[in-house]
C-alpha cells in the first residue's frame, strides 16, 4: 500500500472512531434535554447510556468473530452506514420506548467498526509500527469526548 494510500485509510479510520465517539456521548451531555423531552425521568433516560455500553461490552468480542470472515473494508462501511441510518432513525422514534431498542440496535455498528479499525490498521502498517497506527485510529474517540460532548 502507497504512502498516500495509507495516511488516508488511517484518517479515514480516525474519522470513523470520531463519529462512533460522538454518538455515543452526546447522550451524556444531553441527558437532561432528552429526558425532558422524552417525558421521562433523568435515570430512565441515563439507560439509553447504559444499554449502549452493554451492547458494546458484549458486543464488541462477540461481533468480532463473528465477522471475521467478512471483506474488512466492507464491513467497516456497512458498519458506519448502519451507525447512521440508527441515529436517524433514533431521531424519528416518538418516545422511550421505541428509542431504546434502536439504540440498542444502532451501537451494535460501533461494536462491530471499533475494533474492526483497529485490526484493520494493524495489518496494514510493519509490526514495529502497529502500536503507533492503533493509537492514532483511537484518537477518534478521544477528540470525540472532547469535541463530542455538548457543552
Do not use: K
Request: with cysteine; net charge positive.
Amino acid at each position: 500500500m502507497n504512502l498516500d494510500r495509507l495516511a488516508a485509510t488511517r484518517w479515514a479510520l480516525l474519522y470513523g472512531n470520531f463519529t462512533i465517539g460522538c454518538g455515543v456521548m452526546v447522550t451524556a451531555g444531553t441527558l437532561n434535554d432528552l429526558a425532558r423531552a422524552l417525558q421521562v425521568s433523568v435515570p430512565v433516560a441515563g439507560q439509553l447510556i447504559s444499554v449502549a455500553a452493554v451492547v458494546m461490552a458484549i458486543g464488541a468480542p462477540t461481533l468480532a468473530a463473528l465477522v471475521a470472515g467478512f471483506d474488512r473494508r466492507r464491513l467497516l462501511a456497512f458498519a458506519l452506514a448502519w451507525y447512521a441510518v440508527g441515529h436517524a432513525l433514533s431521531a424519528l422514534m416518538p418516545g422511550y420506548g421505541a428509542l431504546l431498542p434502536v439504540r440498542a440496535l444502532t451501537m451494535l455498528a460501533a461494536a462491530v467498526f471499533t475494533p474492526q479499525a483497529a485490526a484493520a490498521i494493524s495489518v496494514m502498517v510493519p509490526p514495529e509500527q502497529r502500536g503507533r497506527a492503533i493509537t492514532f485510529v483511537f484518537l477518534g474517540w478521544s477528540v470525540s469526548s472532547v469535541l463530542g460532548m455538548p457543552l
